[in-house]
């Protein structure tokens, strides 16, 4: 019996796709890349954004066409909106939350019993958690040897107004810090390099069970007193925060322990505060500027990365300049740049959608042009450095190998070194373009983590 599975969307998903693979794999499935091989079928969906759901849509129709050649069972899981769930229930075999992971070989064993028409049932529009434990308890199987995402809370309780995550995640749940840490440590004694904790809000984790549990600072410090001891070089990350909890503890925990990758991800959405206001971001531009002050006094050599959205409802001109002008304040190493699409589900999706398509791809485009001018400079003032580079990849063009340095900045070496690939070496950045450097290899013996 063979399987396939496709994952669309966000990091959370990868993480979920993992487990899903260690579930069907321990049921005597034999995973393929190819499609035709396999006799089960299966997507990981996101529908926070429309490109994805279109994916799914596509990718289904090709599907249910092949049915009429061989048996197939096919299913969908991930982030499903209940508009997105009720259109396509009549088209999938098995369609289940990931937080009923644990009952999926049940489903498929019983398939023809438990089937989307029988998993029709009436449900509330914020899906519950009550089983997401169920899903953390089952390990993973990594897809990578280097690299890894570890769960560390699901949902998200802010309902910014373009969001659909807390209608396909449901609210804030933390996983225990104990099997959070144990899974790093599982990881960094398999001689992992980059470890990612994940959540939808990572900033506000614990806040769902004060007093039993620690704080997200308190979290890190844990991870942060492993690395120490443990003496192995490794970067942690994680994703996403939110400015509304960010803390200048979590700053000061992340400066103290070189395990703690010196990269922040805070997005901040736009830049003009009434914008912000009808997002429901909950934070003002004043306090993302006081996170940025805190960033810069304490982890100087920190790389900051951001989320914009433009041509958000009744975003007009003067407030999309106010977003440039953050862009020029900030500085930003990256910016993960999106227009605006109403998404079903979210509060905005009531509204009209004010901004033209034209309008939003002018201020997509221009927004790009300021971000350039802030990476090309980053990239040019590490020219001459001798950096850190975890090696990752190989270039398709020219064979040579890339990676990323602890402050995610693509690199590219001067060789082609497939022996490197996920070891962390010493690397002397020789040119700088917008997105990206080139380095040459140094000291390669003395300097392959073993």
């Not at 429309?50 to 899981?77: A, C």
């Not at 070089?233 to 996403?240: G, I, L, M, P």
């Not at 997509?364 to 001018?373: D, G, N, P, Q």
């Not at 975890?390 to 497939?418: F, H, Q, W, Y």
Request: aromatic residues 8%; neutral net charge; glycine residues 6%.
């Amino acid at each position: 019996m063979k399987y396939h599975l496709i994952t669309l969307g966000c990091q959370m998903n990868l993480s979920d796709s993992e487990r899903v693979s260690a579930v069907l794999e321990q049921m005597g499935y034999e995973r393929t890349d190819k499609e035709e091989e396999a006799n089960l079928l299966g997507m990981l969906a996101c529908s926070v954004r429309q490109k994805p759901i279109d994916k799914v849509y596509n990718k289904i129709s090709q599907w249910n066409k092949e049915k009429n050649k061989r048996n197939l069972i096919t299913f969908l899981s991930g982030c499903v909106l209940a508009a997105d769930k009720e259109k396509l229930l009549k088209q999938f075999d098995l369609i289940f939350p990931m937080s009923e992971l644990s009952q999926f070989p049940d489903m498929i064993r019983n398939y023809g019993v438990v089937n989307a028409a029988s998993l029709q049932t009436p449900k509330p529009v914020m899906p519950k958690n009550e089983h997401i434990v169920d899903l953390w308890q089952i390990k993973p199987k990594y897809e990578s040897t280097y690299e890894a995402f570890v769960p560390i809370q699901n949902g998200c309780d802010k309902f910014c107004t373009f969001c659909a995550v807390p209608y396909t995640r449901g609210r804030e749940v933390s996983r225990p810090s104990v099997d959070i840490v144990d899974e790093v440590r599982h990881l960094v004694n398999q001689g992992y390099k980059s470890i990612t904790l994940l959540g939808q809000n990572v900033n506000s984790y614990g806040l769902d069970k004060k007093g039993e549990e620690i704080t997200f600072a308190q979290l890190l410090r844990e991870i942060g007193e492993y690395g120490k001891q443990s003496n192995e070089e490794f970067w942690v990350y994680f994703t996403s925060p939110h400015p509304h909890d960010m803390t200048r503890d979590v700053i000061e925990v992340i400066s103290e322990y070189p395990c703690l990758a010196k990269q922040i991800h805070l997005p901040m959405q736009s830049g003009d505060e009434k914008v912000l206001i009808k997002m429901n971001r909950r934070h003002s531009m004043d306090k993302y500027r006081r996170i940025v002050a805190d960033i810069r006094e304490l982890i100087p050599q920190a790389t900051l990365f951001t989320d914009i959205i433009v041509g958000f409802t009744a975003e007009d001109d003067a407030a999309y300049k106010n977003t440039e002008v953050a862009f020029h304040e900030f500085k930003f190493n990256m910016a993960y740049i999106a227009m605006y699409s109403p998404r079903p589900g979210a509060a905005s999706y009531r509204w009209q959608d004010e901004v033209s398509q034209d309008v939003k791809k002018e201020r997509y485009h221009a927004l790009s042009e300021v971000m350039k001018i802030y990476t090309k400079e980053y990239n040019e003032s590490m020219v001459g450095k001798t950096i850190r580079l975890l090696v990752n990849g190989t270039d398709r063009k020219t064979g040579l190998s890339t990676g990323l340095t602890e402050g995610k900045i693509n690199v590219r070496l001067d060789r082609k070194a497939p022996e490197l690939m996920g070891k962390i070496v010493d690397v002397k950045i020789t040119t700088a373009a917008d997105f990206s450097m080139s380095g040459e290899l140094v000291l390669q013996e003395e300097t392959i983590n073993e």
